[in-house]
Nanobody, 117 residues
């Protein structure tokens, strides 16, 4: 089992940048095998997938954030990151990190990102 804790959210002006971090505790070997992802949920909307990175490094990024957001992982530190550039007001949401393996998902508690116009 792993547990996840996000950090790095906050208030930023449109056009600015933020870097979210997600720290995992628990098994390092399990973390290395896990697919990792960032989701977000805006007020009144469903949670949506933002970006993923597989255990072997392949990635997926939603069209809405492509060329602006970049996800990375550091297996040695058991961490994942979301670099967000050129932020827009529509990026305002609670951002959640997620780790998955064998059909089981673990979620962080979420971190608020607010982008002012």
């Amino acid at each position: 089992q792993v547990q996840l804790v996000e950090s790095g959210g906050g208030l930023v002006q449109a056009g600015g940048s933020l870097r979210l971090s997600c720290t995992a505790s628990g098994s390092t070997s399990l973390f290395n095998l896990m697919g990792l992802a960032w989701y977000r949920q805006a007020p009144g909307k469903q949670r949506e997938l933002v970006t993923t990175i597989a255990s072997r490094g392949s990635t997926y990024t939603a069209d809405s954030v492509k060329d602006r957001f970049t996800m990375s992982r550091d297996n040695a530190k058991k961490m994942m990151y979301l670099q967000m550039n050129s932020l827009k007001p529509e990026d305002t949401a609670v951002y959640y990190c997620n780790a998955a393996f064998g059909g089981s998902h673990t979620w962080g508690q979420g971190t608020q990102v607010t982008v002012s116009s």
